[in-house]
């Protein structure tokens, strides 16, 4: 199961999330923040349920600052859902499983 989250840096950002025929949930986060480590072997269950249908992608706001800043990433962590290039969604904080499945939904139905 693990492996299935990529990881995305501001050089591959364009390719493999604006540009994804798929819709992509980039998890905005940095390794010593607590509430992102809870929330990662979350997104790596989603992930594998959605394969196929959501890529899901995680960017560390400390290796990487030019996409945070111009998303005006202020917390962490910050998902934001995209959808032919374009932010349809986005949540802050290490949120219930139910609520991050609340938000994909529509997006493969």
């Known amino acids: 199961m693990a492996g ?3 990881e995305v840096g501001d050089a591959e950002f364009q390719r493999e999330v604006l540009e994804s025929k798929q819709p992509v949930l980039v998890d905005f986060m940095a ?3 607590p509430p992102c480590r809870v929330l990662a072997p979350v997104l790596e269950t989603l ?3 959605y394969k196929g249908r959501v890529k899901f992608a995680k960017l560390n706001v400390d290796d990487h600052q ?3 800043e111009e998303y005006g990433i202020r917390a962490m962590p910050t998902l934001l859902v995209f959808k032919e290039g374009r932010v349809v969604k986005q949540i802050v904080g ?3 499983r139910a609520k991050l499945e609340e938000a994909l939904r529509p997006l493969v139905s």
């Open 4 to 6: 299935e989250v990529i």
């Open 31 to 33: 390794t010593w923040c």
């Open 47 to 49: 992930a594998s349920e």
């Open 66 to 68: 030019r996409t945070p």
């Open 94 to 96: 290490a949120v219930p």
